[in-house]
Each structure stands twice: as C-alpha cells, then as structure tokens.
Nanobody, 114 residues
Framework: VQLQASGGGLVQAGGSLRLSCAASGNIFRILVMGWYRQAPGKQRESVASIGSSGSTNHVDSVQGRFTISRDNAKNTVYLQMNSLKPEDTAVYYC?????????WGQGTLVTVSS
C-alpha cells in the first residue's frame, strides 16, 4: 500500500483546509484509514479515522471542526478542517491499517497563523 498525502498549507485562524490521502497498491486489504498529526516537540497523535464500513471517529479536540470522509471510487480519504486554530499547526500524516501491516504516507504541513 502506498499513500500520498496532500493539501497542507498556511491558513489564518478560523480558516479551512482539506487534506487528501490517495491510496494505491493492495488497497482491498485496508481495514482502517486515519489521519494523525505531530506538532513540534510533541508526540504524534490520532486525529480521525474511518473504517471499511464507513464508521468514523474524531478525537475530542477536533470534534465538530474536522470531518474525515472517503471517496471509494478515487481510493482517497479526506480530512476537512474548519475553524482552524493555531494549536492545529502540525505535520499531518495519513495511515492505512491492514490485517498484517501499517502504512504511513509522507506528512503534509499545516500552519495556522493567529
């Protein structure tokens, strides 16, 4: 499985961005796709995930502001981020979980200015 993340950038507080993660390879084995983030000096943390059934989970700090979704026809998972805050500044990574492996995409930097 290969993952290509995109969509990061610089945005003012209160603004929006949409991240994309395109999957290729043995995508039929993917059970869960997720977005993680890592701020400077902090550990990587989970942001949101979506299962093969379409069920979603969002961490409390982004609940109501971020939405994870997917387009099966495009093999792409999205993270719509609204009402962005400076504390959302981080490198965002997508992750795919199969029954036997975990795959990470390259990070995409999101910078939210105050």
């Amino acid at each position: 499985v290969q993952l290509q993340a995109s969509g990061g950038g610089l945005v003012q507080a209160g603004g929006s961005l949409r991240l994309s993660c395109a999957a290729s390879g043995n995508i039929f084995r993917i059970l869960v796709m997720g977005w993680y983030r890592q701020a400077p000096g902090k550990q990587r943390e989970s942001v949101a995930s979506i299962g093969s059934s379409g069920s979603t989970n969002h961490v409390d700090s982004v609940q109501g502001r971020f939405t994870i979704s997917r387009d099966n026809a495009k093999n792409t998972v999205y993270l719509q981020m609204n009402s962005l805050k400076p504390e959302d500044t981080a490198v965002y990574y997508c992750k795919a979980t199969t029954p036997t492996s975990i795959y990470w995409g390259q990070g995409t930097l999101v910078t939210v200015s105050s």
